[in-house]
């Protein structure tokens, strides 16, 4: 027989959460500025700073992190379009607002940027056929409508854009098998799909996803090893258990995956030595992975970690505060 | 000196050692890391080997953040750079990191204000790709280049007079630049099949293939079809690529939707792509043709917005072929390779599409599909021929080869809705062999899921048969 691509878990491998380990890794991160490495990612920092902030917060650990410092960098990453950049310098981009919106939602602390502005540059992105630019350059993407109404959402302005247009062009990209993919025609693929899902629900247009068509492919994306891989035929992957599942718990079909046997394989990606997760078990670490684990674990029902929310990927207890309810399918 | 004097010294020098390279050889077609922990004394760090270039590992750490920072204060105006600095710097970053977003969109400046061509550009890209073949900023950045290009190769007005006015006069630019556009496919085509091949599953790659058909070759049956036959052996060779087998999906779906709208449309046969594809062996277009002409209204530089003429869908197979043809190789793919998840979620599709195109056109094929008789009378010209034993491969360039030869006759025997006139290449069809069985339905597929059962030695192929019987009976079977 054929040998189904994915990993074997050693016998050996971390199968206690460790979570002290995890807030000491991130708390560390990136206080070598000048490291390689660190200059390679910048293109992204403000969304590596939502997902450090973020498994901080769901640990309980948000006060470890300088919160004076990263208001001052979001402020300077504002430019005159109202958008927001992953650092300073860089040019603005949907995702990195997003980000910045988040991070700042954390703290309960939006009010230091120009909303006005910000909400002008999201609904200045949205196309007529109701998709999403994600910057003035004009790629298309599902990511971005989803980046565009969440971060509306957070600030309470989901009335900018023209959300029927937008809820159209999204179910365009629709497919047979009832995932999504970026643009109409394209792939279904998990992160998409996560997008997609998240979209809906915070446009209140849930039933119009197949539940249980969707569901069957998200749930075929477990593996023996009790990974979850993104598509047909990929190795699993830490951040799938991140998407993939929240996905589940969005159109209200968590219970059709094995949850045990996914714990197992998320606890195994840690690193005992160093803190944080990796993709897959042995892996090299890092926040983005270390986030998802951490959110995967808290969807599970992990009692140490805070509660998320499926849809944003972050604390519900801040959601909370913010009275955001996204709608979920039971 | 001090030390980091010395260092921006350094880094200057072979910021100019990689821009030299490409001016020296202009057919660079990858670039590499060497893995190189320290430096030989005073030999720069850039190594040029036919057509390979490598940048030595020691470099890199004092090269990637110079040039980072070198670009960023220039974005806030902290320090001025020219244009050809400003290309240099951005080449040598992207070479490193290809993610970093802002350089690209340095680029898109630099194309827009003259100072770049598209083509350089996408000669950068695809060097990158070499080097990191899922990069998303790279193949979002091309696809803005590109769009450049759609732009360039466009009829330069909407005012439909000067158009008309300047017709002929404008034949020759026209021709240079349905030329280009053709190039430009064509390379695409390549980069997309370069970087599937470098990583398994490249939905980047994948998706920006199906992007770049959707904007540039929008109604063309002939690159759909010339896709859908090169790709055949691609994914006999990777089976586990689901990405690659969903463009086989992608590729019947738009080729069904292009032959039912030319069912509906009536008009006489406009210029497009089709006929003048790189691919054709004969010499394209055909000056001195009444139908190859443009007549000033039209370009055949564009994209083709209108739909397949009868000539273009002549080459083509009709859909019930294609889908047979289709699930052929997936049977033959299925049980040479058991156990691969991407096989049977192929069927699925390649299923799930027949199945709807069945439905959607039971009452144009007068005979239906249930039929067991074989249909050696049928002698509609249009979607309903029949199937035939003739290999794949087989029939696609025996069309092609003969396609100009008859492409005359054809187009004044052929009734645009095809009824009443018996097509002649209905009579070449016949002569082939004889007809198939009818193309799979639900019966059939069942049958073919228990002989797999049956003589099943993979545990995980029993499982996907399984699955795809339970698939057959919730979502077909309603």
Known sequence: GTQVKDVVIKSDAPSALLLDKHADYIAAYGSKKDDYEYTLSEYLRMSGIYWGLTVMDLMGQLTRMNQQEISDFIKSCQHDCGGISASIGHDPHVLYTLSAVQILSLYDNVNVLDVDKMVEYVRGLQQEDGSFAGDKWGEIDTRFSFCAVATLALLGRLDAINMDKAVEFVLSCMNFDGGFGCRPGSESHAGQIYCCTGFLSIAGQLHQVNADLLGWWLCERQLPSGGLNGRPEKLPDVCYSWWVLASLKIIGRIHWIDKSKLRSFILACQDEETGGFADRPGDMVDPFHTLFGVAGLSLLGEGQIKDVNPVLCMPEDVLERLGLHPDLLS | ?478
């Open chain 2, 1 to 478: 000196m001090a030390e980091s004097e010395e260092e921006d010294v350094l880094v200057q020098r072979v910021v100019k050692d990689i821009n030299n390279a490409f001016k020296r050889n202009p057919n660079i077609d990858e670039i590499g890391l060497i893995l190189c922990p320290e430096a030989r004394y005073n030999r720069s760090p850039i190594v040029l080997v036919e057509n390979k270039l490598g940048v030595e590992s020691w470099c890199v750490k004092f090269l990637l953040p110079y040039v980072h920072n070198k670009l960023l204060l220039y974005r806030q105006r902290k320090q001025w750079l020219d244009r050809e600095a400003l290309v240099d710097i951005t080449c040598t970053l992207l070479l490193l990191n290809s993610d970093f977003t802002t350089a690209w969109n340095v680029r898109k400046e630099l194309l827009q204000c003259g100072a770049l061509n598209p083509e350089r550009d996408l000669y950068l890209g695809k060097l990158a790709l070499t080097k990191f073949p899922k990069s998303p900023e790279t193949w979002i950045h091309r696809r803005w280049v590109l769009q450049q290009v759609l732009q360039e190769c466009s009829p330069p007005s909407s005012d439909r007079k000067e158009q008309r006015d300047s017709g002929l006069r404008d034949a020759a630019e026209r021709t240079r630049l349905s030329e280009r556009l053709h190039r430009v496919l064509h390379d695409e085509m390549k980069v997309c099949a370069d970087a599937a091949s470098r990583y398994p599953s490249n939905y980047n790659a994948w998706s920006h293939r199906i992007w770049v058909l959707q904007n540039m070759a929008q109604g063309n049956l002939k690159v759909l079809h010339d896709e859908l036959s090169s790709m055949r052996e691609w994914v006999s060779m990777h089976v586990s690529d689901h990405s690659g087998f969903h463009y086989r999906q992608f590729l019947l779906k738009a080729l069904v939707r292009e032959l039912s709208q030319s069912m509906h449309h009536h008009h006489a046969p406009w210029p497009s792509l089709g006929s003048s594809s790189p691919r054709s062996p004969s010499p394209d277009p055909q000056p001195g043709h009444p139908h190859h002409q443009a007549n000033g209204e039209a370009t055949a530089a564009a994209p083709c917005p209108s739909p397949a003429t009868p000539e273009d869908q002549s080459l083509v197979p009709a859909m019930p072929q294609l889908f047979h043809q289709e699930m052929e190789l997936c049977t033959d793919l299925i049980q040479s390779f058991p156990g691969h998840e991407t096989l049977w979620c192929h069927r699925r599709h390649v299923f799930y599409l027949w199945h709807h195109w069945r439905r959607d056109h039971d009452h144009h094929d007068g005979q239906g599909c249930g039929s067991e008789s074989p249909q050696l009378n049928h002698t509609d010209a249009g979607l309903s021929s029949y199937p035939h034993t003739a290999s794949p491969r087989g029939v696609g360039i025996d069309r092609v080869e003969s396609r100009n030869g008859q492409a005359q006759e054809g187009q004044n025997a052929m009734e645009v809705d095809g009824v009443g006139v018996p097509d002649p290449r209905n009579t070449k069809r016949l002569k082939r062999g004889p007809p198939d069985p009818c193309p799979p339905a639900l019966p059939s597929e069942h049958s073919f899921i228990a002989r797999v059962l049956e003589g099943c030695r993979s545990p995980e192929q029993g499982c996907f048969a399984l699955a795809y019987r339970k698939w057959l009976d919730s979502v077909i079977g309603q």
